[in-house]
């Protein structure tokens, strides 16, 4: 029987520690969040036609992403060379599978307000650890940022007018607060972009009629740039949308891999398509690990120790928390 602790129980263990910020947070945020995939509500919702589920099955994936990025190139090179009926099909294709992620993403996607009121709770959360790693594609982490209110605290995503400083190792020194959390997006966010020639930037607000959703929407709908976020697939799969994005690739192979200190994981399932980031964290030698539990769920206890003890090794210490437990992510 595997105990299960509250959170202030075993906070003081994991202050100035890194935190793994799973699906499950977004969840406990807004429950449109529980669709296992944006293709999963795509079908769910009949947004998807015989066209697009066939470009899917062809590239073996579920990835939106990754099958908006290849036909939206196969369109530009298309056009490039004046290739101009085979463009026709390409760009139409592109179309179909822009807009299916758009109304995916708006049907599944909650507004800021619609979440306003909890952005304080994970907030005050979030400032006590040294750096902050999201798996999830959504706008929770970055609202949170944005809210931001401490005259001695602030979060730090390393992109500086729009683009990633690859010194980010900088970034851990004060600035105008004595204390700051690094944040990484490890498989991209919805607040990420790349344009045609796969230069990659933060969108910001087209102007103060937009909310962010709005102008990251209209940004692909201007065929302006593409997304950059792995949404599904195995992890091979993903690893090779990682190694397609620069960002994505240092946060992968440089970032994940120094972060010596104790982990905390909250709402991440542990599941053999998320294993290679496991295997990246695997060199930082983790003492201690606390791991969000819903529920009294010891089936789900016993599957984390098997991964960790598998993948990191038997000496790290694992204890799991109450996800619902009060001082805990979006809890009073």
């Known amino acids: 029987m595997y105990q299960i602790y509250k959170w202030t129980d075993i906070s003081a263990n994991y202050s100035g520690s890194t935190i793994i910020l799973g699906n499950g947070a977004s969840i406990s945020v807004d429950k449109r969040f529980s669709y296992s995939s944006l293709i999963d509500h795509a079908i769910n919702k009949k947004l998807i036609t015989d066209d697009i589920r066939q ?26 060379l004046g290739i101009l009926d085979i463009d026709n099909l390409a760009y139409n294709a592109y179309i179909q599978v822009r807009d299916c992620l758009i109304q995916s993403v708006r049907g599944i996607h909650p507004e800021y307000n619609d979440v306003c009121l909890q952005l304080p709770k994970i907030y005050n959360f979030l400032k006590q650890f040294k750096t902050v790693l999201s798996l999830n594609y959504d706008l929770i982490l970055y609202w949170t940022m944005m809210y931001c209110c401490d005259n001695n605290h602030s979060f730090k995503d390393c992109f500086i007018r729009g683009f990633f400083d690859d010194n980010w190792q900088k970034f851990r020194q004060p600035y105008n607060t004595p204390q700051s959390t690094l944040v990484f997006y490890p498989h ?11 230069t990659e930037y933060k969108i910001n607000n087209i102007s103060a009629d937009y909310t962010l959703l709005d102008s990251i929407l209209q940004n692909w709908t201007r065929n302006n740039a593409v997304p950059l976020f792995v949404s599904e697939g195995t992890s091979q799969q993903k690893i090779k949308t990682i190694q397609s994005s620069y960002y994505l690739s240092t946060v992968y192979w440089e ?17 053999d398509h998320d294993v290679h980031i496991l295997k990246a964290l695997k060199a930082n030698h983790i003492p201690k690990i606390a791991v ?3 529920g009294n769920n010891q089936a789900y206890c016993q599957q984390v ?14 204890e799991f928390f109450d996800s619902e437990s009060p001082e805990c992510w979006n809890n009073d």
């Open 255 to 271: 970032v994940l891999p120094s972060l010596s200190s104790n982990f905390v994981v909250y709402g991440w399932g542990f599941g």
């Open 188 to 198: 991209g966010s919805l607040i990420l972009g790349r344009d045609v020639v796969n």
């Open 55 to 80: 470009l899917f099955s062809f590239f073996n994936t579920d990835d939106f992403e990754l099958v908006l990025r290849l036909v939206w190139q196969a369109s530009n090179v298309n056009r490039s």
């Open 292 to 294: 969000s539990v819903y």
């Open 305 to 318: 120790s098997y991964t960790i003890s598998n993948i990191l090794g038997y000496h790290v210490q694992i």
